[in-house]
């Protein structure tokens, strides 16, 4: 039996810990053979997972706790300690290395970690199990040399390869101080060592890793080894065509020279993803929350994405930002649409714990939800009622405009004249929650009779163009129900040709779909 467990609870299953991983493989080497990881997923009954753990007997549970399961993990600390006092309990994790005093599970715990654990997080274990007993409670992580640190790469089990999403990081830090990001702390960006990271990579890809999350907050800042990285997956890809692999990244918008885009365009449709933080086009809201981005360069690097190579876009925005309304978040968001990403991701603003955004609360009235996630629930520029609709909004976004499943409807949604496209769909998303008073657990069928209602009524659009664009839309997305205008005698199509793109997320595949209709069209 491990006297040590790490555990967390993770978003989903696909989403294996790495911060887990490199905590385990900085643990000294007797250490290490006495600890077991042991990761759960948010929803999961507290009894249940209190029970699962106590099986182990183990002296020690170490959690990573963060703004998604913190909730959760309070109540399965405050479980274990009434039942199982003599277990000691360490957390650490970014949504409890600030504020510290003020949160229920610190008080619960018997340590904390705070910042980066990697080394501490060993020296504590080790005191716990072989003594001294710390009398501290708060250990604040200790810096260190990444080229001393024990990468954690080896630690994936074959099961995280074959069935979950593998995170990895060729970097560690970040040089921007945008104030509502966790990552405003960091003094800059520190990369690994190159070679030492690709070869784990390779090992990685040997052993059959496919699906590569890169967290790494600023991929593109460094253009040498971003071009060595990239140009590591594209060997692959083109050595093995018929089975390739799939890399994720964030990109910096405005940072984007002719020698990384050549190397850009040479991937194949289902390779590659860019996640690409704008939050906002406001250059006054930019300068609020210390945000430097160079507007122009960024639209003229996503008009070249868009127009010259296969790489999947997914772009932020963020609204409740101080000083932005309601319809100045509306012209980022068509400004947005007109430069054509795959995916827009409407988000809300977090007060996350420690982040500099706090400075803003009184001068712009920032209200905050007191529980996670923090997100804001007016300021003097949003009610509570407009953020209620920009949350419904970017749920049916989600729902409709990002899923690749209305992708010939869509364009009917959005049409800009005589209103913009935020406008338009501003107007379905509210008079979907009026006729059906939710956001989630929408069957599909009835989301896309929804939206045909919608289009030659308030959206007064034709009935023949509404019908057209979904039904092709609808038999394409494979669902077997009817619509209420629906014929006998539609099949679904075949899309058979997609089975090589295995490692290729589902939503991506579907936009790639929609893009192969396009072009045999």
Known sequence: MPQLILSTLNARYAHASLGLRYLFANLDDDLRNQTKIVEFVIGSKTETLVEQLLALSPTVIGFGVYIWNVEETTKLVAMLKTVAPEVRIVIGGPEVSFETKEQRIVALADHVVTGQGDVTFNKLARALLHGPRPLMKVHVGEEFELDDLKLPYEHYTDEDIARRHLYVEASRGCPFKCEFCLSALDKTALPFDTQRFLAEMAKLYDRGARTFKFVDRTFNLNVKTSQAILEFFLERIEAKPDDPCFAHFELVPDHLPDKLKDTIARFPAGTLQFEIGIQTWNPTVQGHISRKQNNDKAKDNLRWLHA??????????????????????????????????????????????????????????????????????????????????????????????????????????????????????????????????????????????????????????????AQQAILADYVRSGSKGRLSFMTRGLTVADDSRQAGRHATPARQRRHLIQADTRDHS
């Open 308 to 465: 010259n190579t296969h790489a999947h876009m997914h772009v932020d925005l963020i609204a409740g930002l101080p000083g932005e309304s309601l319809a100045s978040f509306g012209e980022g968001f068509d400004t947005l649409a007109r430069l054509g990403p795959h995916e827009i991701q409407v988000g809300v603003l977090k007060r996350l714990r420690g982040t500099p955004i706090i400075r803003h609360t009184d001068t712009f009235a920032m209200r905050y939800n007191p529980e996670p996630p923090y997100n804001i629930l007016s300021n003097n520029e949003l009610s509570f009622a407009d953020v209620q609709r920009v949350n419904r909004f970017a749920r049916f976004w989600d729902l409709i405009g990002n899923s690749g499943r209305f992708t010939n409807t869509l364009p009917l949604i959005l049409q800009e004249a005589p209103t913009s496209a935020f406008s338009r769909f501003m107007a379905l998303a509210d008079w979907l929650y009026a006729e059906t008073g939710a956001t989630h657990q929408i069957a599909l069928e009835r989301l896309f009779d929804l939206v045909y209602r919608w289009l030659h009524t308030d959206g007064a659009v034709a009935p023949e163009a």
